[in-house]
């Protein structure tokens, strides 16, 4: 009979003969330590240090200050692997249970990416590429020797947006998972794709305690729009993934980031953020003895026979615990507080610039300061100077937008429009190749006469004085 292989994994535990250290602006602190936590992780976890020293004799009063380096050794050979570094960000007074403690806060490297605002277009540049070129001139002081070279091409722009979201977006539409080490260098690689034999979940040896391991459908999200905007009107686009809305039902999701100026682009960043998002996740945490050999991002086995656990799970955040000496893994996404609290607060000063009474899911946006999306043979007698159009020396400009093919069947539309004299123009919609166009009147919700999925915008202006800054097509 044939014989049938399949691939397997058996652990050996280590010897852990573990040595660790801990030091504040090159001062040890060992001894002192009633309890700290160290944590690495992806770009997008709180990755925030927290320590707490006996200081009843003090010995460390006055002693530190602001962006003195943190340092947290450990290993099972002779203690010498920095496993996180950071700088202090708070120290506070405590005499809380009758001793004199000092409490210090302090956050890795991977935070300073925050308090660095990119201002930035790219027109069909790599990913790999717009990464690096965002380090170059934005954060000097880090290197990129460990980026995977991603060769998609994305357009993409970044308004006053910290450098550390504009990666976690790259990171979105690539599927792909960051980290920033302990020497400042970023890593880059294929979501998954890090295979870690050197640690492991194990039952009956690194493992203490294991929570909530197992699928998670509460983070799905299988309606995705995306608001942008676009010379001061909306920018939408909406991405539906209908087997998972089948199957988990409708869950929305809103994505609102004014640095989308573009309908091309807001798709883009639907499209991956909902195939990020359509199907469950495995989530989980487990405590363990001290694992030093992790990364951000490994696919670690776990192994617990008594719920027939035996697979490799992503992790995305590890947080080393002393004197106790142990590891508390989390597996996917981890939902803090702090994190919930900054979406809604980002998503709510969104909404405060973008205007779609008629709640439209699509939009087809024209700014003026090129013709890339004219109909130049069907339109005449315009100018475009200043980035805005205008009529030329004729009775009437004509305007005629390329066709656009929707993913939707247009049966409403909202015109809106910025400039000067608007109603020195009119506006015109066609949603068939093969019908007549509908005038419409500018931020009136009107139902389409003949419907389809080939949208054409026409504006006729009479008025000299009239100049069109922007016009925005929302539609459903």
């Given at each position: 009979?044939p014989?049938?292989?399949?691939?397997g994994?058996?652990?050996?535990?280590?010897?852990?003969?573990t040595?660790?250290?801990?030091?504040?602006?090159?001062?040890?602190?060992?001894?002192?330590?009633?309890?700290?936590?160290?944590?690495?992780?992806l770009?997008?976890?709180?990755?925030?240090c927290?320590?707490?020293?006996?200081?009843?004799?003090?010995?460390?009063?006055?002693v530190?200050?602001?962006r003195?380096?943190?340092?947290?050794?450990?290993?099972?050979?002779?203690?010498?692997?920095v496993?996180?570094?950071?700088?202090?960000?708070?120290?506070?007074?405590?005499?809380?249970?009758?001793?004199?403690?000092?409490?210090?806060?302090?956050?890795?490297?991977?935070s300073?990416?925050?308090?660095?605002?990119?201002?930035?277009?790219?027109?069909?540049?790599?990913?790999?590429?717009?990464?690096?070129?965002?380090?170059?001139?934005?954060?000097?002081?880090?290197?990129y020797?460990?980026?995977?070279?991603?060769a998609?091409t994305?357009?993409?722009?970044?308004?006053?947006?910290?450098?550390?979201?504009?990666?976690?977006?790259?990171?979105?539409?690539?599927?792909?998972d960051?980290?920033?080490?302990?020497?400042?260098?970023?890593?880059?690689?294929?979501?998954?794709?890090?295979?870690?034999?050197?640690?492991?979940?194990?039952w009956?040896?690194?493992?203490?305690?294991?929570?909530?391991?197992?699928?998670?459908?509460?983070?799905?999200r299988?309606?995705?729009t995306?608001?942008?905007?676009?010379?001061?009107?909306?920018?939408?686009?909406?991405?539906?993934?209908?087997?998972?809305?089948?199957?988990?039902?409708a869950?929305?999701?809103?994505?609102?980031?004014?640095?989308?100026d573009?309908e091309d682009?807001?798709?883009?960043?639907?499209?991956?953020?909902?195939?990020?998002?359509?199907?469950?996740?495995?989530?989980?945490?487990?405590?363990?003895?001290?694992?030093?050999?992790?990364n951000?991002?490994?696919?670690?086995?776990?192994?617990?026979p008594?719920?027939?656990?035996?697979?490799?799970?992503?992790?995305?955040?590890?947080?080393?615990?002393?004197?106790?000496?142990?590891?508390?893994?989390?597996?996917?996404?981890?939902?803090?507080i702090?994190?919930?609290?900054k979406?809604?607060?980002?998503?709510?000063?969104?909404?405060?610039?973008?205007v779609?009474?008629y709640?439209?899911?699509?939009?087809?946006?024209?700014?003026?300061?090129n013709?890339?999306k004219i109909?130049?043979?069907?339109?005449?007698?315009?100018l475009?100077?200043?980035?805005?159009?205008?009529?030329?020396?004729?009775?009437?400009?004509?305007?005629?937008s390329?066709?656009k093919t929707?993913?939707i069947t247009?049966?409403?539309?909202?015109?809106?429009?910025?400039?000067?004299i608007?109603?020195?123009?009119?506006?015109?919609?066609?949603?068939?190749?093969?019908?007549?166009?509908?005038?419409?009147?500018?931020?009136?919700?009107?139902?389409?006469?003949t419907?389809?999925t080939?949208?054409?915008?026409?504006?006729?202006?009479?008025?000299?004085?009239?100049?069109?800054?922007?016009?925005?097509v929302l539609?459903?």
């Amino acid at each position: 009979m044939p014989r049938r292989r399949e691939p397997g994994f058996i652990w050996i535990p280590p010897d852990r003969n573990t040595l660790w250290s801990c030091s504040i602006a090159g001062i040890e602190i060992h001894d002192y330590i009633l309890s700290a936590k160290f944590p690495r992780g992806l770009i997008q976890e709180e990755l925030v240090c927290e320590i707490e020293l006996d200081n009843s004799g003090e010995v460390f009063t006055d002693v530190f200050t602001f962006r003195d380096i943190i340092q947290f050794k450990m290993d099972f050979v002779d203690g010498s692997t920095v496993q996180f570094e950071g700088e202090v960000e708070e120290i506070l007074r405590d005499d809380g249970d009758g001793m004199f403690k000092l409490k210090i806060k302090g956050a890795h490297y991977t935070s300073q990416l925050l308090d660095v605002m990119v201002t930035e277009e790219y027109a069909g540049a790599t990913i790999s590429d717009i990464r690096k070129d965002l380090f170059d001139k934005y954060a000097t002081d880090f290197t990129y020797t460990n980026v995977t070279t991603n060769a998609t091409t994305t357009d993409i722009t970044f308004v006053n947006k910290p450098l550390l979201d504009c990666l976690v977006q790259l990171d979105t539409l690539a599927d792909e998972d960051t980290y920033i080490d302990n020497d400042k260098d970023m890593h880059t690689f294929t979501k998954s794709s890090k295979n870690n034999d050197n640690e492991a979940v194990v039952w009956n040896d690194s493992l203490i305690s294991l929570e909530g391991l197992g699928q998670d459908s509460l983070e799905v999200r299988n309606r995705i729009t995306v608001q942008g905007e676009a010379g001061g009107l909306p920018v939408l686009a909406t991405s539906n993934d209908t087997a998972s809305q089948t199957t988990y039902r409708a869950k929305e999701k809103v994505i609102t980031d004014t640095s989308l100026d573009d309908e091309d682009k807001a798709v883009a960043v639907g499209t991956a953020e909902n195939s990020l998002l359509n199907q469950p996740t495995e989530e989980g945490k487990s405590l363990c003895y001290f694992m030093p050999k992790l990364n951000p991002g490994d696919m670690i086995y776990v192994i617990y026979p008594p719920y027939k656990v035996h697979a490799r799970f992503r992790e995305v955040k590890y947080v080393f615990s002393v004197p106790n000496e142990t590891t508390e893994v989390f597996f996917n996404q981890e939902r803090s507080i702090p994190k919930l609290f900054k979406d809604r607060i980002l998503a709510e000063q969104g909404q405060e610039n973008i205007v779609n009474p008629y709640a439209m899911t699509q939009s087809y946006n024209f700014t003026f300061d090129n013709e890339n999306k004219i109909d130049g043979p069907s339109s005449s007698n315009y100018l475009l100077s200043d980035s805005k159009v205008r009529k030329g020396d004729g009775e009437t400009g004509i305007v005629i937008s390329n066709a656009k093919t929707t993913p939707i069947t247009v049966s409403q539309v909202q015109v809106q429009a910025v400039g000067e004299i608007l109603d020195g123009a009119t506006y015109w919609i066609q949603a068939d190749s093969a019908a007549s166009y509908q005038q419409v009147t500018i931020d009136a919700l009107e139902t389409i006469t003949t419907t389809g999925t080939t949208l054409r915008l026409k504006i006729i202006i009479s008025n000299a004085a009239t100049r069109i800054d922007a016009v925005a097509v929302l539609y459903k």
